[in-house]
């Protein structure tokens, strides 16, 4: 669910659920990106059409949850461990027992990831936010309410619940204290690297200059002139693939190409709506390759 800015503010100063999931590898972030966000304040994520799309129907989502259940819920709670840098955001507190409900909205990987209603069988990283969640707000379970929307088929809202585990919750706020002593109470810094994001939001310093690698600024100098130059070998090879397309019996450009008999290149076409593309609307073709012979 959507969080205020005073929450945002407070996710800064400590690790939350899917911080922890992130230090333990079960995030698409990087911990460099993690670093920026509770040492800098670099904020390296605003959203997409999919979380905007959560923050609308997640609230929907709970109170389906809370009937199935028969609770009522008190929702977009927030939790803290006094004396440590620990956070939790609640999606819903249930009232009158210890438990929660976290809402997820997901059409990604769905058959692999998610798997029967009212078991524990859903991902790595929601494991780790709710066991997180159970820590911080004292709780015993988590209900996991999920809209899952497959590539194939249609929408299923399905309920899963997550019980407490005591060793996997150690694991995890020993792993959470130690990155925040090393990295952001110390002055050490991540070993792997900033996303592409992370690297245009970074403030920088004026006047201040640092001595950097001479071996990596060749190889990197290196990699850019080797990417020009298979671009534009790419664009030279295309060309001439179109030039073998043409039939000069026919005096035709044929649609698709064979190898040895066997079609491999296609120069299909399909047409670009209005609503899309204003400027772009119109017919095109497309060239489609194997990824490989």
Not at 26 to 51: C, I, M, S
Not at 140 to 161: E, I, W
């Amino acid at each position: 669910m959507a969080i205020t800015e005073r929450q945002r503010l407070q996710r800064q100063r400590s690790i939350g659920g899917s911080d922890i999931a992130t230090l333990l590898g079960h995030n698409n972030r990087t911990q460099y990106d993690l670093w920026l966000e509770k040492k800098h304040g670099v904020t390296t994520f605003d959203g997409n059409d999919a979380t905007e799309f959560g923050d609308v129907v997640e609230a929907g989502i709970a109170d389906w949850a809370a009937g199935k259940l028969g609770v009522k819920i008190r929702k977009n709670v927030y939790r803290r461990v006094k004396g440590m840098p620990f956070h939790a955001n609640l999606d819903a507190l249930v009232m009158d027992a210890p438990e929660a409900v976290e809402v997820k909205t997901s059409s990604y990987r769905v058959e692999e990831d998610w798997g029967e209603p009212n078991t524990d069988e859903v991902p790595h990283k929601v494991i780790c936010q709710c066991q997180w969640q159970m820590h911080v707000a004292d709780l015993d379970a988590v209900h996991v309410a999920a809209g899952l929307m497959p590539a194939f088929g249609s929408q299923r809202l399905r309920l899963y619940k997550v019980n407490r585990h005591d060793d996997l919750i150690h694991t995890l706020t020993t792993v959470g204290e130690h990155w925040w002593n090393k990295y952001i109470i110390g002055d050490q810094v991540p070993n792997d690297l900033p996303s592409t994001e992370a690297i245009k939001r970074i403030q920088r310093a004026p006047n201040l200059t640092r001595e950097i690698d001479r071996e990596l600024l060749a190889e990197l100098i290196q990699a850019k002139a080797d990417a020009r130059d298979a671009n534009a070998l790419v664009k030279d090879l295309t060309k001439a693939l179109h030039a073998c397309l043409y039939d000069p019996d026919r005096n035709e450009f044929a649609e698709a190409g064979t190898v040895n008999g066997e079609p491999l290149v296609t120069y299909y076409e399909y047409h670009r709506k209005a609503e899309t593309k204003p400027r772009g609307a119109g017919v095109y073709r497309r060239l489609m390759l194997p990824k490989s012979l």
